[in-house]
């Protein structure tokens, strides 16, 4: 079976998931033209993504960047750093992070220094660069957590939602109700640890700001992983 190339539409969730800063808001109009015209979302879901892009275009913009921040740094349920949902703060976090860095890396693809692998928009720029068959498949293997973070928007009815819904579809998956625990209370996951009692990591990935993504470019990687998958590149 031949697979579409949902390349476009994967970097435009990208941005779309990302913090709705005044660059964002620039490149909305960008944004809903390349989810039309890369035909890879249902319509159904096209009409849910629209309605959110209009939202972050129409909306005041303090209101939206407020709200983003509560929904994705205030709570594991929905966070954006997909590991936190498979690792939590244990000691496994660690390597698998050094594990997704090295994926990009044999991609020619090179974060930052600070940048966090696990970021959502920043997997999807490197799924972006992948051939369909093996973008699914790397979609295919976070369905699980996609789902997740698709029930727990829901629950919190945010428009967000749809683009988690959107990713489900582009892995070949259907979204299916989860049981979704309820959110550690804030003070309680800033809380600092007993004197004397171990280090503590908790919080240390909720910094309530936005997560840029800035890949650096390998000049000799395959003319595949040139294209372009950093923020801000012309979708």
């Excluded at 490149?27 to 989810?35: F, G, N, S, V």
């Excluded at 973008?135 to 683009?163: D, V």
Aim: hydrophobic fraction near 40%; aromatic fraction near 6%; proline fraction near 6%.
């Amino acid at each position: 079976m031949t697979l579409p190339d949902a390349s476009l539409s994967l970097r435009a969730l990208a941005r779309l998931l990302s913090y709705p800063d005044e660059t964002l808001r620039s490149q909305l109009p960008e944004i809903r033209d390349a989810l039309k015209s890369d035909r890879t979302v249902a319509a159904d879901r096209l009409a849910e993504l629209g309605a959110l892009i209009n939202t972050l275009e129409r909306g005041d913009a303090l209101d939206n960047e407020a709200e983003y921040l509560q929904i994705f740094d205030r709570g594991r349920s929905t966070s954006l750093h997909l590991f936190e949902h498979v690792h939590g703060d244990s000691r496994d976090r660690g390597p698998a992070m050094i594990d997704l860095a090295q994926t990009y890396e044999k991609a020619g693809l090179f974060l930052a220094p600070g940048e966090l692998p696990d970021y959502l928009p920043v997997v999807l720029e490197f799924v972006s660069t992948q051939p369909p068959r093996e973008a699914r498949a790397f979609l295919g293997e976070m369905a699980h957590i996609f789902n997740a973070i698709f029930n727990a928007l829901q629950q919190r009815k945010s428009a967000y939602a749809s683009a988690l819904g959107a990713l489900l579809e582009l892995s070949g998956e259907k979204a299916h109700a989860v049981k979704i625990a309820p959110d550690e209370a804030l003070d309680t996951a800033w809380a600092e640890p007993v004197v004397f009692d171990g280090c503590s990591v908790k919080g240390q990935a909720k910094t309530a700001q936005e997560q840029p993504i800035h890949f650096v470019r390998n000049e000799t990687s395959s003319s595949r992983a040139n294209s372009p998958a950093h923020t801000g590149a012309s979708l």
